[in-house]
């Protein structure tokens, strides 16, 4: 059964670059919600996508967009890249409507912006 | 607005010591609670969740959870650590009614166990 999966792990890139991550929910899990970890803090939601569609948004700028795709698997995109946005971009997985609250997460991605 | 304060950020403690975190939140409708843990080098899993009913709940390896409600607080107990428990623990809340996805996460413990 694999779990979440995303790619790639570590990215190098320069100030006003944009970036693509990538996420594999985990098999049978319809939602993908994804979350920016700063050094030392804890993990923040970012938004979340189901039935291809972002259904909730944290406080992030418009410079953060997403997609879904029909296999479930998603995107993250980050246009305009500032130095602040270097951190750990982590992807969780979940399913709508089971009564189970529980979400699983990916290794995240590295994302370093020089 | 959700917000989760955890009071400890590095605890350092001896083999069969007991632990207690503590968790915060501010938020003023139901909400479900969780504590999630991060071992060295992998993934962020989950310890112990709380939705409804007993207000004390057990996750895996020992530990356990309560939730005070007129406290605001899910405070994260073990009896009696391992050295296997090294790692950084999240406490984290998202409302009653909304599906997982959208939690706010504390800033997270650091707990290293001397063995």
């Known amino acids: 059964d694999a779990g979440v999966t995303q790619s790639p792990t570590h990215l190098i890139k320069t100030r006003g670059q944009q970036v693509t991550l990538r996420c594999s929910p985990k098999s049978g899990h319809d939602t993908v919600s994804w979350y920016q970890q700063a050094l030392g803090q804890g993990p923040q939601f970012i938004f979340q996508y189901y039935e291809e569609e972002e259904r909730q948004r944290g406080n992030f700028p418009d410079r953060f967009s997403g997609h879904q795709f029909p296999n479930y698997s998603s995107e993250l995109n980050v246009n305009a890249l500032l130095l602040g946005d270097s951190a750990l971009y982590l992807c969780a997985s979940s399913l709508v409507g089971t009564g189970d609250l529980e979400q699983y997460f990916g290794p995240g991605t590295r994302l370093t912006v020089t | 607005a959700q917000s989760v304060s955890q009071h400890n950020h590095h605890v350092i403690l001896s083999e069969a010591a007991s632990l207690e975190l503590g968790c915060n939140y501010s938020y003023g409708g139901t909400v479900n609670l969780f504590w999630y843990v991060q071992y060295p080098g992998q993934h962020l899993q989950l310890l112990l969740k709380y939705f409804s009913g007993d207000p004390l709940v057990k996750g895996i390896k020992g530990f356990e959870a309560e939730f005070i409600k007129s406290k605001f607080s899910f405070n994260l107990r073990k009896p009696s650590v391992q050295w296997s428990d090294t790692a950084e623990y999240f406490c984290?809340?998202?409302?009653?009614?909304?599906?997982?996805?959208?939690?706010?996460f504390g800033d997270g413990t650091t707990l290293t166990v001397k063995p």
């Open positions: 984290a809340v998202n409302a009653q009614n909304t599906n997982a996805g959208k939690s706010t």
